[in-house]
């Protein structure tokens, strides 16, 4: 069974910084593209980045590029969001997703964590 655990969420204040991690257990780590996804309060889900098996290949939303980087460490199987510059817009709960194949691009993400509460204060 394929398992996902997210962590670093928290309260920070606007303009500051946070790391979010996601552990994967139960499935070949290193072969599959990883997301982030985040639900503001009142709102869908939507789309935040994604990367390829090999971390080659990244994707952003356009509400945090050059804000936000993935990246992962398939020796870990783990995979980060790292966040700066954060707004109150920025407040959701985040949820990391792995993808049925090595590209996000084509594949629908099939397993996810339980996500991890951002909240960032004006």
């Known amino acids: 069974q394929v398992q996902l655990h997210e962590s670093g969420g928290g309260l920070v204040q606007a303009g500051g910084s946070l790391r979010l991690s996601c552990s994967a257990f139960g499935r070949t780590f290193s072969s599959h593209a990883m997301g982030w996804f985040r639900r503001a309060p009142g709102k869908e889900r939507e789309f935040v980045a994604s990367?390829?098996?090999?971390?080659?290949?990244?994707n952003y939303a356009d509400s945090v590029k050059g804000r936000f980087t993935i990246y992962r460490d398939n020796s870990k199987n783990s995979v980060y969001l790292q966040m700066n510059t954060l707004k109150p817009e920025d407040t959701a709960v985040y949820f990391c997703?792995?993808?049925?194949?090595?590209?996000?691009?084509?594949?629908?993400?099939?397993?996810w964590g339980q996500g991890t509460q951002v909240t960032v204060s004006s």
């Open positions: 990367i390829s098996w090999n971390g080659a290949f990244t």
């Open positions: 997703a792995t993808a049925s194949g090595p590209q996000a691009e084509g594949y629908g993400y099939d397993y």
